[in-house]
């Protein structure tokens, strides 16, 4: 079974402070995801990574970097944490090539409040 | 545009009653697959089901079953003889071409509640 590991359940920072979300996969898979989701607007893409070192921006990618710097790991960076970044976080990875429709998969989610 | 609407935004039903979400979608593409997650109060998104657009057969397993008609772009999950580990939130999605990338477009989410 693919395992999508986020590092945190449940984060509290203060605002202005640099958040690290990060996201292990062991299924050898290229393509990394990260999405927050917010009641009433569903998930929303925020960054994506085809492949080591690679990123491409996603819908909301405002406020938002990211770092692939190993093909298992993606990590999402708050720079200066604001309020309206409170938000439930997901983390995903898919195969590509031949399977690339193959259906993501998803961590447990990161539960990140800003104060 | 690509865009998936889930006009449900919650659902109550008593447990053994069928209900049915559902799903509509709009995309350009001539060649789309269709999605549905579950998403339990742990918070994990669970695949359900992918439908590729080829192909209109309905499926079934167990008690939950999807009708996809592509005349009215729509992919609705029934689920029949509800039960209490049904509650959750579900989501429809649609994998499309967005700006040449390959994306999953969400709707909004149901959030379905089978009570005893």
């Known amino acids: 079974d693919v395992k999508v590991t986020q590092s945190s359940r449940y984060l509290v920072k203060r605002t202005g402070e640099k958040v690290f979300l990060e996201c292990v996969q062991d299924?050898?898979?290229?393509?990394m995801f990260w999405y927050r989701q917010d009641p009433g607007l569903g998930l929303r893409l925020i960054y994506f990574?085809?492949?080591?070192?690679?990123?491409e921006k996603g819908d909301i990618p405002e406020g938002y970097s990211v770092s692939r710097e190993k093909k298992e790991r993606f990590s999402l960076i708050l720079e200066s944490a604001s309020t309206n970044q409170t938000s439930m976080y997901l983390c995903?990875?898919?195969?590509?090539?031949?399977?690339?429709?193959?259906?993501?998969?998803f961590g447990d989610g990161t539960r990140l409040s800003i104060l | 545009a690509q865009k998936v609407t889930q006009a449900q935004t919650e659902i109550s039903v008593v447990e053994k009653e069928d209900v049915t979400l559902d799903c509509v979608y709009e995309?350009?593409?001539?060649?789309?697959?269709l999605f549905w997650y579950k998403q339990p109060p742990s918070g994990e998104l669970v695949f359900l089901i992918r439908?590729?657009?080829?192909?209109?057969q309905n499926e079934i397993s167990g008690r939950y079953s999807w009708n996809f008609q592509k005349s009215t772009s729509s992919f609705n999950f029934t689920i029949t003889a509800s039960q209490v580990v049904d509650s959750a939130v579900y989501f429809c999605?649609?994998?499309?071409?967005?700006?040449?990338?390959?994306?999953?477009?969400f709707g909004q989410g149901t959030r379905l509640t089978i009570n005893p």
């Open positions: 995903a990875s898919r195969p590509t090539g031949s399977t690339s429709n193959q259906p993501q998969h």
């Open positions: 299924m050898d898979h290229e393509n």
């Open positions: 990574s085809y492949d080591v070192k690679m990123k």
């Open positions: 995309t350009r593409d001539t060649t789309y697959y």
């Open positions: 439908r590729n657009s080829f192909d209109e």
């Open positions: 999605a649609l994998r499309a071409i967005i700006q040449g990338a390959q994306k999953l477009v």
